[in-house]
């Protein structure tokens, strides 16, 4: 299985610690997994989550777990064409691709994306 | 005249968000407490939602201890009861309007007897399972007013000793919107959620307070049904009652991409994805009130809905797996749902605000009003 480390936090992660994350893999979202189970995926953190829960003065040492989004899009194939309508009609910088069972195969990015658009 | 209403979950807030638009309509002073689940992100945090659409949220009370356990449930009502003491002092409402069976309810209720606020309760005199049924009439003994939505809860309340004055048939108001047209399309519920083109079931489950232990199974009993049944499935998070936790990690866990968890939902695409439901499956009351109005069938399992009055979609199973899945396939029957197209919904007509607010206006504040007497 691939290695998703630089993606992905757990539930129980501090908001602090997701900023971490984030702010190293440049995706501006983190994958939320279960604690048990580093493929299942049970949320979406992003950039946005965070601000918002520091404007509303929300402790920063929360846990990840009460500021996610639980619904969210994902993929369960490699789309391209899908995935930047998603990227342009709601925004969003990173789309996880599942696997019926909801575990995390694989991600696109919006830079993932750029970059293919350039020539090489 | 100014009316403070009381709000904790999302289920009041369907129950009293009619009242407060007819009072913004014709310009009655209002203001709304919001307290426990409306406070809390991890259940959607309701109250940035009721403030963006411009509703006078005055007072905001934190009570919500963590731990989601009988014990942590019931000291949360007590922080309530404290804080919402110096609100009624701070606000000194005319009325204090309450809705419905939970704890929160009842803190008003008795911080506002005691105070000798008036206080009138939304859907009094029925019957509802759990620690809830028991709540929702220890809320009649305290509340000056009883509004009740049918025949059957005006009778109890009578037979309870409250007096024939206190009492008002009136309907249930969260079918007011439904009538009055504020419910999101087919088509626009298509672009914001993963309904396809064709049936999908809504499930709303609730942990049952008095089967704490039996949680996981029933939970799990749940899961195993549903997800026989090739369709999408949009599942509607708890809230935060004793056991609450457990239901939770239960469906996130087993969640496929045919589930579709949500946390909280605008009310208008609520009863909008309610319509369109090939069947509403689990315990929220949701089944039993709203859902007779769209002839949408529900499957209400176990008891915590046990003996309330219900309309014809309604069928009941326990949480067993088997049960439910051939209950399921009855309800999602073509000619079950056939059968409902002429049937009624007992909670009423969809004009209960305006009768609830007509009575406010016109019930004097006196002493007949505020000291209650038992006919036995």
């Known amino acids: 299985m691939k290695d998703f480390t630089s993606l992905i936090v757990f539930p129980s992660t501090t908001l602090l610690e997701a900023a971490k994350v984030i702010q190293a893999n440049a995706a501006r979202t983190a994958v939320v997994v279960q604690d048990s189970d580093r493929y299942k995926i049970v949320g979406i953190v992003t950039e946005g989550d965070i601000l918002r829960a520091m404007l509303r003065n929300v402790d920063i040492h929360a846990p990840v777990a009460e500021h996610m989004k639980i619904e969210f899009s994902y993929l369960q194939s490699e789309d391209w064409e899908q995935a930047a309508c998603l990227f342009a009609s709601r925004g969003f910088c990173l789309i996880p691709i599942v696997n019926k069972a909801m575990e995390l195969q694989s991600v696109m990015t919006v830079n993932d994306y750029l970059r293919r658009q350039i020539p090489s | ?376």
């Open chain 2, 1 to 376: 005249m100014n009316i403070l209403f009381l709000c904790g979950s999302r289920g009041e807030w369907g129950y009293i968000q009619p009242l407060i638009d007819l009072c913004v309509r014709r310009g009655v002073r209002h203001e709304i407490c919001a307290t426990n689940m409306l406070m809390l992100s991890a259940y959607g945090s309701l109250i940035e939602e009721v403030r963006s659409q411009g509703y006078n949220v005055t007072q905001e009370l934190f009570m919500s201890l963590e731990g989601s356990s009988h014990f942590s449930m019931a000291k949360s009502l007590g922080v309530l009861l404290q804080s919402f003491v110096d609100t009624l002092h701070r606000v000194r409402p005319d009325w204090l309007v309450i809705a419905g069976d939970r704890g929160e309810q009842l803190m008003g209720a008795i911080a506002a007897s005691y105070t000798y606020t008036p206080v009138a309760h939304i859907q009094a005199g029925e019957l509802s399972g759990n620690i809830d049924g028991v709540t929702r009439h220890a809320i009649g003994k305290f509340a000056h007013l009883h509004f009740a939505a049918n025949e059957d809860a005006a009778e109890r309340l009578r037979k309870l000793g409250e007096e024939p004055f206190r009492i008002h048939m009136v309907g249930h108001p969260a079918l007011d919107p439904i009538v009055a047209g504020n419910v999101t399309h087919r088509q626009q519920l298509g672009q914001s959620y993963p309904i396809g083109d064709g049936g999908y079931l809504l499930i709303v489950l609730h942990p049952t307070t008095e089967d704490f232990e039996h949680q996981h199974l029933q939970v799990q009993s749940v899961i195993d049904a549903v997800q026989l049944v090739s369709c999408p499935r949009i599942w509607i998070l708890s809230n935060n009652d004793a056991g609450s936790t457990i239901v939770r990690q239960k469906i996130m866990a087993a969640r496929t991409s045919s589930d579709h968890i949500f946390a909280n939902l605008p009310r208008a695409d609520y009863l909008g994805l309610l319509q369109h439901a090939s069947c509403i499956v689990g315990n929220s009351s949701s089944g039993l009130l709203e859902a007779p109005t769209f002839h949408t069938p529900s499957l209400n399992i176990g008891r915590r809905q046990h003996r309330r009055v219900q309309g014809a979609n309604v069928i009941n199973c326990a949480f067993e797996a088997s049960s439910i899945s051939s209950a399921l396939e009855r309800a999602m029957s073509s000619s079950f749902r056939k059968g409902l197209a002429s049937s009624k919904n007992p909670y009423g007509d969809g004009r209960s605000s305006d009768r609830i607010l007509r009575v406010l206006e016109s019930t004097p504040i006196s002493d007949t009003l505020l000291v209650k007497r038992l006919t036995y």
